[in-house]
DNA sequence: ATGAAAGCGCTAACAA
DNA sequence: TTGTTAGCGCTTTCAT
């Protein structure tokens, strides 16, 4: 009739409660034929946990450790919020959010924040990633120390995390090359790249993704090598504002990482004309504004708050044993026009 | 310390757990100066009630239903696959699905079934709606029997629904057009618009939407009128065989609804030079061959597996009486170019 | 109008 | 090695 519980595996294999819940729970101190007849009356009643009511009866609350990057990058900014505000509403399900800032693009500092999220014991970690030894050290310490680890936005090769959370980053240079060649159309030329740091993975994934395309579909438009802007404005506008005058051929660009108010400056000062077709990504206050006033053509974008709540489904899902459907993990890159700006 | 629970509330209005409880359930049979003493101390307090424990004691389960369009149409059979793998999952928290076929653009069946649900005492409706006279009554009978209606794809006007879960159909047109026109650059000439039918929201929305941008941002492109064929191949490739006959100088085509098995045969058929630029919906193992193919030149989309999962995490904060988050139910539409294709 | 006590499915401390 | 018992936070008879 209804869903089989403790009590009726109890009933069934002859045992008392706690030997079902020691069976259940993998402790020792039951004799192996015990084990079997216990294991066998689960099996013939289909008998599944309820997650719920185990919960209730040992008081668990998950802990769960943000580590993000710091600084004046308005994607970041925005991604502290999201956490924020989630952090109020995973109360309710038992769920504790703590998040510390840390300097960008530094494998020490991230790798430290690490070792300290060990030492609190925390049952999750959730970081976006940057490419080190010491992070890869760090991770594996965590696995080691049986803490889950959930990659968001930028992952980690080869490395030991749980799952990745955020877009297909190769798809999205891809599809960027694919809007900027058809948008191009027949205009031969140049193509600037701009980029924040190639230490990061997600940025290194972008490029190789809009190089394949590029190279592949549009072979009149030549590429110039990415420079990297840090993601800060004022960086990005220094160097595009260099490559502008150095080139006076650019009829695309592909930022690919952060600090577009930069970009914008720079091509608001050089006034080309016909002005360069321009494809970016993260969809701000600036690069929407852009956006509508015809200077930018296409943004793409991640939601932060569904990777945010996936992030969270997947860590519980890891937390509590269940099966991961890994579609969860994977958030479609957005691609805004004009045409369709939310 | 840790949340505090009936006891501390009860402690501190000095009643029992049940007066307590009665209070926080809106049942009579409490004296109004006792009713703010509990109030009182459950502000004082900041108590909010543990739902886990209270489905736990009730022994609660959500029993959810699903009306969803019959038919042939591949896009309506993937969300009923989809739906039968939820199903089995979802049986974990506590919630039941029920699914049932309906014929497709039929007010009156459709209404007949919600009819049915009410019957059934649900606890929810999901519904892909066809706007009808008869299924607003319907809705409006659920509500009133305090079941929670939510529409899935296609939404129904003013009704009393509580939430849509879907995507801005207005905007995809609206971005249909945006690439469409873009892609054309240039090339003056006249658009083909396919729908399924001008009963469901979501085909009118998406035409609106890529009228509204072709004619202030593309001119030179002369829509024709559209052609309803049912979400059927044969029908909308015989529709198609004659528009192409008939007008020669057709550059673009945007496919609103189902049936782009027939699109495609038709345009193979005919074998224009150049051949036209085709926007079509949902991607399919026809879609995806097509744009490989370099037939079809974007497919827009929406995740079928992301719907379904908001529709059931809004039914149960709808019934948990908890607040939604209005981006729960917010879709994006994916774009697929053949260079992005997952 | 109010309260005491048993129980939801599972876990954990303590006996045996 | 196994079992008994008392909760977790909330709801629900059944008394009073």
Redesign the pocket.
Known sequence: M??P???DVARVA?????????V??GR????Q???QRVRAAMKQLG????IM??N????RVYRIHFAIPDGPNSFMRNLAAELDSHARLALRDRTEISVSLVPPFDGRALAADLRRAREQAVDGVVMVATESAEVRQAVSDLRGAGIQVVTLISDLSASARGHFVGIDNVSAGRTAAGLLGRFCQGRPGRIAIIAGSMLVRDHVERRLGFEQVMHAEFPDLQLLPPVEGGDEAARVDELLTNVLQDCRDIVGIYSLGGGNRGLRAALDRAKSSPRPLVVVHELTDQSRAALQDGVFDAVLQQDIHKEVASALIIMRNLIEAVPVDPRTGIIHTEIFLRDNLP
Request: hydrophobic content about 30%; proline content about 0%; aromatic content about 4%.
């Open positions: 209804s869903r519980t403790v009590h002859n045992v008392s409660l706690s030997t079902v819940d020691r259940l729970n020792d101190g039951v004799r034929a015990t084990q008998y599944e946990r309820d009511a185990a209730l009866s040992r008081k």
